[in-house]
């Protein structure tokens, strides 16, 4: 059974940096696609960034200005998948989940993940 544990949430100030890890077990790592999604009270849970089997590609919401800001990579020895986050903003707080699935190819996923994480909060104060 596939677990995934999420970490490196907390309180920052507008500017800062965070880390999020999403630590893999139950299964062989590398045969999953791994994504970052964030949910807000009221709205759906979206995808922030996902990431192919291998880590040779990447995928970046278009809709969240993340992209240059957030850098989404895993360490397959390691099981654990990472989302550095650089100069945070207040509409970047959210709970952020991990989620992954298991692939034959190696492209990211957007959506339809069959294993989830409990969440991390971030929350960017002004």
């Known amino acids: 059974q596939v677990q995934l544990a999420e970490s490196g949430g907390g309180l920052v100030q507008a500017g800062d940096s965070l880390t999020l890890s999403c630590v893999f077990s139950?299964?062989?790592?590398?045969?999953?696609?791994m994504g970052w999604f964030r949910q807000v009270p009221g709205k759906e849970r979206e995808v922030v960034a996902a990431?192919?089997?291998?880590?040779?590609?990447?995928?970046?919401s278009d809709s969240m200005d993340v992209e240059g800001r957030f850098t989404i990579s895993r360490d397959n020895a390691k099981n654990t998948m990472y989302l550095q986050m650089y100069n945070l903003k207040p509409e970047d707080t959210a709970i952020y989940y991990c989620?992954?699935?298991?692939?034959?190819?190696?492209?990211?996923?957007?959506?339809?993940?069959?294993?989830w994480g409990q969440g991390t909060q971030v929350t960017v104060s002004s």
């Open positions: 989620a992954a699935d298991w692939m034959i190819s190696d492209v990211p996923m957007i959506d339809h993940y069959a294993n």
């Open positions: 139950g299964d062989t790592f590398s045969n999953y696609a």
């Open positions: 990431i192919s089997r291998t880590g040779g590609s990447l995928y970046y």
